[in-house]
């Protein structure tokens, strides 16, 4: 491999091939990075494990605090193309990410980042990295260690975060399960917002079943709510945790 931190230089001038509903759109590097400050990561490909369970779910997690530190656009890079990555952004619901389709590869290469896949029939792809690219101009690169497999250490959603915000400190995750129509699970959510908590909402009968709430908290009631891997419980519950 002959990776390349490109920190200081612009980003390569190319070209996307975009299918934006029934129609394409040709997107520039220009349409994607002038006159903003954009966050860039890219991947192996939609679709893969650690890509679709961490990478792109935490940058989509994280995206307002991104937002709120002046960053215009959150952006995904793989080498795929515009039907597997708008295909992969339905499933991961990450409405905060603008997948980028680099089907050629042109992007990756002239980031000097891509990389060969072929051992497990990926053909090439782009090697593991975050960017912070201001106008065009490239600030700051996060570059995966030149390991055997797929090292995920440095490009994270958190590590970008905390070099645009030293001050920054993660929130602990949180989760909610509800029902449709519950009143006491609106007013779960409404509580959790007011004191500034991101959340993912489980629904049930959607995302999971009563069984499974039963098998987790042991009742078969909505809301249950765990903040930071602790079982807080429903909405009165969660009305004493911030008292």
Not at 90 to 95: C, L, V
Request: net charge negative; aromatic share 10%; charged share 25%.
């Amino acid at each position: 491999m002959a990776l390349t931190d490109r920190t200081g230089q612009q980003v390569p001038s190319v070209v996307f091939h975009t299918r934006q509903g029934d129609s394409w759109v040709d997107v520039s590097t220009d349409d994607l990075f002038k006159g903003k400050k954009v966050v860039v990561f890219s991947l192996p490909g939609a679709f893969t494990p650690t890509c679709s369970s961490t990478h792109l779910p935490r940058y989509n997690e994280l995206a307002k605090e991104f937002f709120a530190r002046g960053i215009d656009t959150i952006a995904c890079v793989s080498v795929n193309d515009t039907f597997v990555m708008n295909a992969w952004l339905a499933d991961q619901e990450a409405e905060n990410i603008v997948v980028v389709p680099d089907g050629n590869g042109d992007f990756t290469r002239g980031m000097d980042m891509l990389v060969s896949k072929e051992g497990l029939g990926f053909g090439d792809r782009s090697w593991r990295y975050s960017m912070l690219v201001n106008d065009g101009k490239i600030e700051k690169m996060f570059i995966e260690p030149e390991k055997e497999g797929d090292p995920f250490e440095v490009s994270d959603a958190d590590t970008m975060l905390k070099f645009i915000d030293p001050s920054w400190v993660a929130q602990e995750s949180v989760a909610i399960i509800t029902k449709p129509g519950c009143q006491f699970c609106a007013k779960a959510k409404a509580l959790l917002a007011e004191k500034g908590y991101a959340y993912e909402e489980i629904v049930l009968g959607r995302d999971a079943s009563i069984t499974s709430v039963r098998a987790i908290t042991g009742k078969a009631t909505a809301p249950q709510v765990f903040i930071g891997g602790k079982y807080i419980g429903g909405s009165e519950e969660l009305e004493k945790y911030f008292a």
